[in-house]
Structure formats: structure tokens, C-alpha cells
């Protein structure tokens, strides 16, 4: 398949560079986490599940079923289409964690609707897909010190990172944190749908034959049920500088 570069992230190259890799289902925390992780440490913060959402909304806009993964993977190899990921301006400093651009165009909120997160836990189990979203992620952990959240970060595509988190937290918690923030966003939806989504889902992610969500053997398993964002985060960084004293 071909491939291209996400040409908007800019890379600063470090000769001892320090790789922060969690993995989590949805609503763990690993994002807002991530992103406070990396603004404490000076980090690169890459979100790898928005390039996936962004490659979901492509297939949606182009009309192609996210079940028919012969069409998905050909409209990629035919259009490459292009995902860039940035830090918000403080034009664009909005809630987001990071800026989403798709072919040029801010889809940084379009991409966190329901009806995406549902496409992409279906679009992820292809190979093809995932060929094309890998190399970008792969090449940015290893060129500068990064905080790198998603499903398969810490067994596939940072598999020797220096510090390999598994986030997790009790499902009923994290459907509520879901559902606050589908609503904070005027999205109709009840608990129940959310919690009942969100079920599916994990287990669609963990059952996939291609990177499933799994914990990595040597992974730090940190389970935030009951802990804010602020505490996670202090205890990761805590841990970090730890390990970059030895």
C-alpha cells in the first residue's frame, strides 16, 4: 500500500529520546491524561485513535460502507488521504486536546461524535488500514519524546517504549465519563445506550485478530476508577522522571 507522511506534525530531534505508550479502552483517560502528561514533561502528545476517527469520517464522506473492507482499504491506496495532527492555537483552544486536520480541513470535533466511534472500532480490524495509520505513529515515537495513547501503542506500535501504561477503570464509570461529555456536546444519547456501546466495543477491540486491545506483558496497569485527571497524571510524571534518573 502506499503511504504518506503526515506532513503537519513537526518533529524535534532528540539523541535520547524518552517514549511514553498507553493503551486503554474508551473512557479510560488516556487522552485528556496523555495530553496533561505531555504538557507537564515538554512531550510530543499524539493521538493515534484521531487518526483512525479521521480515516472513519474520510470513509463516511466518501460514502463507502465501513463494513466493505476491500472498498475502505482501495479508497485509501487510491486517495491518500491526508491527517495532520497539531497543537491548538489559542484560536483553536476549545476543549480540544489536539488539533485534527483532514485534507486541510479542522475536523478536530467532527470526529468525536458517537456515530464515528462506532466506524472506527470496525474499520481498525483491517489490516489495510492499519498499514497506513502505523508507519506515521511509529516514526514519530521514535524521533522525539512523545506521550502516545491508543489501543495497540504499547504491543504494537511502540513495543519498546521506556514507560508502557495500561489504563483502565470500571466500565460503569467510564460510560458515565462518556456520557457527560457526549452531552456536554449537545449529544442526545441516554446512559444505557452509552453504557451498552461501550460494552460492544470493548469487547470488538479486544477480540479483533488484527492488534487487539490487550495488556503488554511488562505494562504498568493503572486503574483510575475513583481518581481525577490531576492525580493520574502526577503519578505518571512522578514515575517518568524516576525511570530518567536511573
Given at each position: 500500500m502506499k503511504r504518506t507522511r503526515c506532513g503537519s506534525i513537526s518533529?524535534?530531534?532528540?539523541?535520547?529520546?524518552?517514549?511514553?505508550?498507553?493503551?486503554?479502552?474508551?473512557?479510560?483517560?488516556?487522552g485528556t491524561t496523555?495530553?496533561?502528561?505531555?504538557?507537564?514533561?515538554?512531550?510530543?502528545?499524539?493521538?493515534?485513535?484521531?487518526?483512525y476517527r479521521s480515516l472513519t469520517l474520510y470513509a463516511k464522506n466518501s460514502k463507502v460502507d465501513w463494513n466493505d473492507e476491500d472498498e475502505i482499504v482501495k479508497l485509501l491506496e487510491n486517495d491518500l488521504p491526508k491527517v495532520a495532527l497539531s497543537i491548538p492555537t489559542e484560536l483553536e483552544k476549545?476543549?480540544?486536546?489536539?488539533?485534527?486536520?483532514?485534507?486541510?480541513?479542522?475536523?478536530?470535533?467532527?470526529?468525536?461524535?458517537?456515530?464515528?466511534?462506532q466506524g472506527v472500532s470496525v474499520i481498525t480490524q483491517?489490516?489495510?488500514?492499519?498499514?497506513?495509520?502505523?508507519?506515521?505513529?511509529?516514526?514519530i515515537g521514535q524521533r522525539q519524546n512523545v506521550v502516545m495513547e491508543g489501543r495497540d501503542i504499547t504491543t504494537v506500535v511502540l513495543p519498546d517504549a521506556d514507560l508502557k501504561i495500561y489504563m483502565?477503570?470500571?466500565?460503569?464509570?467510564?460510560?458515565?465519563?462518556?456520557?457527560r461529555e457526549l452531552m456536554s456536546r449537545g449529544e442526545d444519547v441516554s446512559y444505557e445506550e452509552v453504557f451498552t456501546q461501550l460494552v460492544e466495543r470493548d469487547k470488538r477491540d479486544s477480540e479483533r485478530t488484527?492488534?487487539?486491545?490487550?495488556?503488554?506483558?511488562?505494562?504498568?496497569?493503572?486503574?483510575?476508577?475513583g481518581m481525577t485527571i490531576d492525580e493520574v497524571a502526577n503519578m505518571i510524571v512522578e514515575r517518568v522522571n524516576k525511570q530518567r534518573e536511573i
Amino acid at each position: 500500500m502506499k503511504r504518506t507522511r503526515c506532513g503537519s506534525i513537526s518533529l524535534c530531534m532528540d539523541k535520547k529520546t524518552f517514549q511514553i505508550a498507553i493503551d486503554g479502552p474508551v473512557a479510560a483517560g488516556k487522552g485528556t491524561t496523555a495530553k496533561m502528561v505531555a504538557q507537564r514533561l515538554g512531550y510530543l502528545y499524539v493521538d493515534t485513535g484521531a487518526m483512525y476517527r479521521s480515516l472513519t469520517l474520510y470513509a463516511k464522506n466518501s460514502k463507502v460502507d465501513w463494513n466493505d473492507e476491500d472498498e475502505i482499504v482501495k479508497l485509501l491506496e487510491n486517495d491518500l488521504p491526508k491527517v495532520a495532527l497539531s497543537i491548538p492555537t489559542e484560536l483553536e483552544k476549545d476543549g480540544r486536546l489536539c488539533t485534527v486536520k483532514l485534507n486541510g480541513t479542522d475536523v478536530s470535533w467532527q470526529i468525536r461524535t458517537e456515530e464515528i466511534s462506532q466506524g472506527v472500532s470496525v474499520i481498525t480490524q483491517y489490516a489495510g488500514v492499519r498499514d497506513y495509520i502505523t508507519p506515521l505513529a511509529r516514526e514519530i515515537g521514535q524521533r522525539q519524546n512523545v506521550v502516545m495513547e491508543g489501543r495497540d501503542i504499547t504491543t504494537v506500535v511502540l513495543p519498546d517504549a521506556d514507560l508502557k501504561i495500561y489504563m483502565d477503570a470500571d466500565p460503569k464509570e467510564r460510560a458515565m465519563r462518556r456520557h457527560r461529555e457526549l452531552m456536554s456536546r449537545g449529544e442526545d444519547v441516554s446512559y444505557e445506550e452509552v453504557f451498552t456501546q461501550l460494552v460492544e466495543r470493548d469487547k470488538r477491540d479486544s477480540e479483533r485478530t488484527i492488534a487487539p486491545l490487550k495488556k503488554a506483558q511488562n505494562a504498568w496497569i493503572l486503574d483510575t476508577t475513583g481518581m481525577t485527571i490531576d492525580e493520574v497524571a502526577n503519578m505518571i510524571v512522578e514515575r517518568v522522571n524516576k525511570q530518567r534518573e536511573i
